[in-house]
Structure formats: C-alpha cells, structure tokens
C-alpha cells in the first residue's frame, strides 16, 4: 500500500507565472516611504470560489519505485466534476468521478472534502471493479512470497477523516486467486500463505474480506498503507494458527472442532462426535482447497490399560466351561483354571477373616494376580489406531461432495487426554 501526497494550488504562482514580473513603477524623488500595511492583512487568504471543475477524458497515473519490479497503473478515460470548491474554512467540494484503470476495470470515486485541509474533513469512497491481480505481482511477489498467476479484485474503500480522526473501510473481494512460482523474497511473511488462500475461498473461487483501519492522523507512526498490511498480516496469522476455529465460527462448532473424542479402548465414534464431523465437512465442502489430515496413531495409556483389561476379559471367557451360568462361581472357577495354566500351581487363597466374604475374596486373589500376565499386544494397538482413523475418515467421506483425495491417512501421533478418561484425536487441515 502506498499513500500519495494531498496536491493544493499555489494561487500565487497562478496569478504570477514564473519568469513574469510586476512592471517596475518609476522612481520619485523624495517620496516619502510607503508606512508597511498590518501584518494580518499581508497573511490574508484571498477569498475563492470555484463553481464546477469538469474533467473530460481524463488520466491518472501512479507508480512505486520503491519496490523491484516496480509498480505501475492508470486510471484512463476519468471523466466527471469536482463541484464547490471554496477556500472557506467549512467548505465541502463534492467529488464525482469515473474511469478505467487499464482499460477494463471501472473505478468511480465520490463524496466530499475539505480541498484546502484534508485531514479536517474528507468523505471519500473508492470502488475498483475487475481489476487484474496480477497487476500486483510486485507486491505479492514481495510479501507474500508468490507471483500471481491469475485472479481479478474488486474493492470498495471508504475513508472519513474528520478533524484528524480516520475512520477507513476496506471491503477486498479476490476471484479465483491462484499463486504462481515462489519468489524466495526476503521480506515475505512467514505464514503459510497457500493455507490461508485455502481457508478464506469460498466454494465458487471467491475471498471475501473487510479490513477496517482507525486511528490519528496526529500520531507520527500512523500510516494507513503499512497499518493495513499490519491488519492483513494478523487476519492471517490468526486463521492460519487457529483453522479450525475459523471454520466452527463460518459453519457452527467454534474451535472443538480441531479434534474427536474416543472412549479408551474404543473405535466407536460418540453420537456427539459424529456431529462434529458433519461440520467439518460441511467446511470442506464449501472451501474446496482445503484437505484434512488423520492420524493414523491415536493410542494412549488409557488405551493401554483398556485393551489389557479386554484381553484379560476374553482369556476368562475362554476359560470358562460351555453352558456355565455366569455367576461369582462360574467367573471363580474360570480363573482358578486361567491360575493353574499361567503359575503352574493350584492357587492358595489367603485366608477370609469374614466367611461371607470368602467368594469375593478369592476372585480378587486371582484377578490380581492374573491381570499383569495380559498385555496390549502390538497387533490389538494397531488395530485400534487404524480403527480410529478408518472412522474418522468414514464419517466425513459420507457427506458425497468430498472427494476422497482430498482426506489423508497420515501416519502421525496424536493422543491427548480427553475428558471422561477418554483419549483425542487432533486433526489437521492443509
């Protein structure tokens, strides 16, 4: 962004043009000195009025000669009036105009000013439509670390300032923005420009941004160019580290959902979980470039003790003779059994001090004992990490808009705890 300078007329330099100067008036002798007139009246503005300024088939051009290539545009065929000009104090001068910035792109700018004292009061709105992106290649090159291969921008802009307090709106619309090749520019952000792209564009190729900018005109650091690049920078920084909530705040869910809750030991996605997921491709469906990452390791210690319990769980009903009722005595004689194959001992029960808690007693002996001979085996993990993950993936391919390359299997890790004891699956977005 650049700002230009606000241009007044020298009113004396028009009523005497260089190299013209005043008759000299001839010399009386003993004439006395003129006495010097007050100063206030040498410092009197002279009052003016103009009606109407027309411009007709007009140009204006503007170039950045502070950036390698340098940048260059024009608006052509500006046409319209500049109506009220005063050099009172409280004058306002309305602006109507309307061009074409390289030939194809209307521009048209209206509203009111002060044209003797900007900064007291302007009014102005500026509207660029089907303006070629590429045309900013010097800048995108620069910044965001890419050329432009293609796209088209409209912008609405409107500044107000009044007595030195700006209030300036810019409404940005990019259409089928592509980047083109790296430019490995020093100055580039570092960001993931590309994630950003993918995040904003909307199912029809469409960014849509509004990037409002206030503050004094009385601040030395305040320039409203870097400022909105300032603006821009931290749009996307913020949706580039915190996708995820960009999507829930567009389509409902806010920042849960970055991640899917299972219970320990469990590839079963809750009905909660399942929800939202429909979210998440819903995001997908109407952000196109987008893609999402599954871990395809999702396993925690929660997990661990759960499959333990599962195959200790699956031995005892191994063990237990075909047709038993289930009961304290069926479940007591299975593990006496399960005893006897892993010790090679007949179990020796510690004696119960209470005969009613005798039973109890004994089934707690041998789980006790048993249960550290039962681990997770590797192949059980495995299994239900790649269950998760298989899951996961089922549940957003089932909205058919998403194509299935557009959702990856990753082998990456991802285990936090989860409420309940549970343990969460982080996904990613790409």
Request: glycine share 6%; charged share 20%; hydrophobic share 45%.
């Amino acid at each position: 962004m650049c700002s230009s300078d606000l241009q007044m007329l020298n009113v004396v330099a028009v009523l005497n043009p260089p190299g013209k100067t005043p008759p000299a008036q001839p010399a009386k002798e003993a004439a006395p000195a003129p006495k010097p007139a007050p100063a206030k009246a040498q410092n009197t503005p002279m009052p003016m009025r103009i009606g109407t300024i027309v411009v007709d088939n007009g140009s204006a051009n503007f170039a950045d000669f502070s950036i390698e290539p340098n940048f260059a545009s024009a608006i052509q065929s500006l046409n319209g009036t500049v109506t009220g000009l005063s050099s009172a104090p409280n004058s306002r001068a309305t602006v109507k105009l309307d061009g074409n910035v390289d030939r194809f792109a209307p521009v048209d700018i209206s509203g009111t000013l002060n044209v003797l004292s900007a900064a007291v009061y302007t009014d102005i709105a500026l509207n660029f439509r089907n303006m070629e992106l590429t045309t900013f290649n010097p800048y995108s090159g620069k910044y965001a670390g890419y050329n432009i291969s293609k796209g088209k921008l409209t912008t609405e802009l409107r500044y107000k300032v009044e007595n030195r307090k700006l209030d300036a709106q810019h409404h940005i619309v990019l259409d089928q923005l592509e980047f083109g090749a790296a430019t490995n520019s020093k100055d580039a952000v570092p960001l993931p420009i590309s994630l950003a792209v993918a995040l904003l564009k909307d199912r029809n190729g469409v960014i849509d941004l509004n990037l409002p900018v206030g503050g004094s005109l009385d601040d030395p650091s305040f320039r409203v160019g870097p400022i909105i690049w300032q603006v821009f920078v931290g749009l996307v920084t913020k949706i580039v580290t915190a996708p995820f909530a960009l999507i829930g705040s567009l389509f409902g869910g806010g920042e849960d959902l970055a991640y899917v809750d299972f219970a320990a030991g469990s590839p079963m996605l809750a009905p909660a979980e399942t929800g939202k997921l429909d979210k998440v491709a819903k995001a997908l469906a109407e952000r196109p470039e987008l893609k999402l990452d599954i871990p395809l390791q999702t396993l925690s210690p929660a997990d661990d003790a759960a499959l333990q319990e599962a195959a200790f769980e699956k031995a005892v009903a191994d063990a237990t003779v075909p047709g038993m009722m289930a009961g304290p005595e069926t479940r007591l004689a299975a593990l006496a059994k399960l005893y006897q194959e892993q010790l090679g001992m007949a179990p020796v029960y510690p004696v119960s001090e209470n005969p009613a808690d005798i039973l109890k007693n004994n089934i707690a002996f041998l789980e006790q004992a048993l249960r550290p001979k039962y681990v997770a085996a590797p192949a059980a993990r495995e299994a239900l990490a790649r269950a998760r993950a298989d899951a996961v993936q089922a549940a957003v391919l089932a909205n058919k808009e998403i194509m299935p390359e557009r959702v990856f299997l990753v082998e990456r890790t991802s285990a936090k705890p989860a409420d309940g004891g549970g343990v969460r699956m982080e996904l990613a977005l790409q």
